[in-house]
């Protein structure tokens, strides 16, 4: 079985930034999709940033602001995000898919204070 294990959430100010990390149980290096997601409370669970043998893509709210980056030496994928608002408030949930297997962390709550 395998687990991804986000942390790196917290509180922060408006404008902040903030960098969320996701480790996998395993090594990442022939995984197919890796990302983020986000839930916002009352709104359905949405694409932040995914990397797939395709290329990278970032949701419309967050491209230019967020940057999603993997260290395959570190089994691990972050998410370094920038110039925060209220409306990233939500939890943060890894993504990861192999083969036809997907799997997702537990997330880690991100609260931006105005």
């Known amino acids: 079985q395998v687990q991804l294990v986000e942390s790196g959430g917290g509180l922060v100010q408006v404008g902040g930034s903030r960098r969320l990390s996701c480790v996998a149980s395993r090594t990442i290096f022939s995984w197919n999709d890796m990302g983020w997601y986000r839930q916002a409370p009352g709104k359905q669970r949405e694409v932040v940033a995914l990397m797939t043998m395709y290329g990278t893509t970032y949701a419309g709210s967050v491209k230019g602001r967020f940057t999603i980056s993997r260290d395959n030496a570190k089994n691990t994928v972050y998410l370094q995000m920038n110039s925060l608002t209220p409306e990233d408030t939500a939890v943060y949930y890894c993504?990861?898919?192999?083969?036809?297997?997907?799997?997702w962390g537990q997330g880690t709550q991100v609260t931006v204070s105005s």
């Open positions: 993504y990861a898919k192999l083969n036809t297997n997907v799997y």
